[in-house]
């Protein structure tokens, strides 16, 4: 099992540009997510999805966007980037009961200029 | 609400002294889960261990132990004999059942161990 993977692990944006990053899991669980990391701050929810076709926000949601249409993937979409969303983004998934650990991809570090 | 503190910011020992990190928590549910992950300088996060509300017997592995103490809401980590290799950002995290996300873990803002030889 390859686990979460995430890609790409680095990228540099412009202000305004957008793109995806992308979150792939092989373990089939139902329960993805996203974070995102910065100094101080622990790690805060952006989106997350219970299985294939449900999403909804978390704690940081505004200027990303979420899809699932597969159990495996959940990519993460920044419409226009900002430089406040320069950070480190960590994909997860767990399996459907709540009481599961929640296992983590490697983390996109994103600069936003 | 749920609300995770790691008061350390950060905290520097040299090799072989026990260490201990702190984490208290806030929660209204009576099932929840807490854990602590490990975030080694090359950025990955690392599972260590998951504690649920009900089973408040402390935990050994080898040199980790940890104590949690639901009288003051507190899931604490001790690293004993600590070594350079244990140098990273240790988080503490909390889910409830009651959340309908169902996954959405609640961190704290992590705590910096540096070991120096």
């Known amino acids: 099992n390859a686990g979460v993977t995430q890609t790409p692990k680095f990228q540099v944006l412009k202000t305004g540009q957008s793109m995806t990053l992308q979150c792939a899991q092989d373990?089939?669980?139902?329960?993805m997510s996203w974070y995102r990391q910065d100094p101080g701050m622990g790690l805060r929810l952006i989106h997350y999805?219970?299985?294939?076709?449900?999403?909804d926000q978390g704690e940081v949601p505004n200027g990303y966007n979420v899809s699932r249409s597969t159990t495996e993937d959940f990519p993460l979409r920044l419409l226009s980037a900002a430089p406040s969303q320069t950070s480190v983004y960590f994909c997860a998934s767990s399996d459907r009961d709540p009481r599961d650990t929640q296992y983590f991809g490697p983390g996109t570090r994103l600069t936003v200029l | 609400a749920q609300k995770v503190t790691q008061a350390q910011t950060e905290i520097s020992v040299v090799e072989k002294e026990d260490v201990t990190l702190d984490c208290v928590y806030e929660t209204r549910d009576t099932t929840y889960y807490l854990f602590w992950y490990k975030q080694p300088p090359s950025g990955e996060l690392v599972f260590l261990i998951r504690r649920n509300s009900f089973d408040e017997q402390n935990e050994i592995s080898g040199r980790y132990s940890w104590n949690f103490q639901k009288s003051t809401s507190s899931f604490n980590f001790t690293i004993t004999a600590s070594q350079v290799v244990d140098s990273a950002v240790y988080f503490c995290?909390?889910?409830?059942?009651?959340?309908?996300?169902?996954?959405?873990?609640?961190f704290g803002e992590g705590t910096q161990l540096t070991v120096n030889p």
């Open positions: 373990m089939n669980h139902e329960y």
């Open positions: 999805s219970v299985g294939a076709g449900i999403t």
């Open positions: 995290a909390l889910r409830s059942l009651r959340e309908t996300s169902g996954s959405r873990l609640t």
